[in-house]
């Protein structure tokens, strides 16, 4: 009984000292944030699936083996380095059965203060065990995205702590009010970076891969695209979770 009660206080002890490292060294990259030559970031912004992050990027038959948990973690990493501290998740697939999300939700938030948005794509209203789930994080530091009307947010969620917000705020086709592509960083479930949701797929807007590098050099890569063509501008569903959108009519953002 001693010796697993040792063993237990010892990775208890091994566990603080790690946290404590990585608190340490987010503050040393925040530091370090003012020599680099990308904009200040805010939102990051990530298409998940019920299989995570995928390597693949050029179709379903290549390479489209899961982004390890360690890559997502350092995505995130290096997010809150350049100045982010909004994590928004897109769930292509249900709530329960994208798992990943809780262990990288937790990281952001208790490694880095972020704030968790989590956007239910396919989802008007929370169900009780959707709820649940959503519990398990700190719920201060959690927003559920759901598209319904402005007017129209399920009440089960305020009873149980949980902050719903329109993840549609602006009707679709209208221009978009958004806060700035240049202070996002988008990635899409194959790990592929866009200027924004808006393009996802568009090539002519790939910005990169997660595990091309560094963010920062890939952001700041001459040929990274951050803006886009005007004409194409408009409000869509996928706009819908946007965070750079959402900062337009949510205080806090």
């Not at 798992?99 to 009780?128: F, Y």
């Not at 549609?168 to 806060?179: A, F, H, L, T, V």
């Not at 200027?195 to 990274?224: F, K, W």
Request: glycine letters at 8%; one cysteine or more; charged letters at 25%.
């Amino acid at each position: 009984m001693t010796a697993k009660t040792d063993e237990t206080s010892g990775l208890e002890d091994a566990s603080e000292i790690y946290f404590e490292t990585v608190k340490t060294l987010k503050r040393k990259l925040k530091a370090c944030k003012a020599c680099a030559a990308t904009d200040d970031i805010t939102y990051l912004w990530i298409c998940v699936s019920a299989g995570g992050l995928k390597r693949g990027f050029c179709g379903e038959n290549a390479n489209d083996s899961p982004v390890p948990m360690h890559q997502w973690l350092n995505v995130i990493d290096e997010a809150a380095s350049l100045g982010a501290n909004w994590l928004i998740l897109t769930l292509n697939d249900p709530l329960e059965e994208c798992e990943d999300i809780w262990a990288i939700s937790k990281w952001a938030q208790q490694i880095h203060n972020m704030t968790v948005g989590l956007h239910l794509k396919n989802s008007a209203t929370l169900t009780k065990p959707e709820v649940k789930l959503i519990r398990q994080l700190e719920l201060s530091k959690t927003k559920v995205l759901l598209r319904c009307e402005p007017d129209k947010l399920p009440g089960i969620s305020e009873q149980e702590g949980i902050t719903v917000w329109a993840a549609n705020p602006q009707p679709d086709g209208e221009r978009p009010k958004c806060r700035g592509l240049k202070r996002m960083i988008f990635v899409n479930d194959k790990g592929v970076l866009y200027t924004c949701g808006l393009v996802d797929g568009d090539d002519s807007y790939r910005i990169g891969h997660v595990e091309d590098g560094h963010l920062m050099q890939t952001l700041n890569a001459p040929n990274a695209p951050r803006l886009i063509d005007a004409n194409i501008r408009l409000i869509t569903p996928e706009c819908d979770g946007c965070p750079a959108l959402l900062a337009g009519f949510f205080q806090g953002i």
